[in-house]
């Protein structure tokens, strides 16, 4: 059974930063890619980047500069580094199993339950 756990969520000013962690059992992490997806209030999920089992990264154009995904895998971690957090980066944060954007937003059921980011001054 794919666990996807998230922490590190919070609340913080604008322009402050926040690392969510995600720590993942249940199938070979390594040789999978990790994705971050985040839903703000009112609207639809929202694929963030990913991080390939070769440890290639590609981002949505709106954090392209401001976040960075890593992975540890002998953690079996995945990791999300936000810098120069904006209001509208405000979401719940999930972490899922695969590096596609498509796939990963019809399958919810890879993905964890979720770690709050808040940007408010």
């Known amino acids: 059974e794919v666990q996807l756990v998230e922490s590190g969520g919070g609340m913080v000013q604008p322009g402050g930063s926040l690392r969510l962690s995600c720590a993942a059992s249940g199938f070979t992490f390594s040789s999978y890619g990790l994705s971050w997806v985040r839903q703000a209030p009112g609207k639809g999920p929202e694929w963030v980047g990913a991080i390939k089992s070769d440890a290639t990264t590609v981002y949505v154009e709106s954090v392209k500069g401001r976040f960075a995904i890593s992975r540890d895998n002998a953690k079996n971690t995945v990791f999300l580094q936000m810098n120069s957090l904006k209001p509208e980066d405000t979401a719940l944060y999930y972490c899922?199993?695969?590096?596609?954007?498509?796939?990963?937003?019809?399958?919810?059921?890879?993905w964890g339950q979720g770690t709050q980011v808040t940007v408010s001054s």
């Open positions: 899922a199993r695969g590096h596609y954007s498509d796939y990963v937003l019809r399958h919810k059921e890879d």
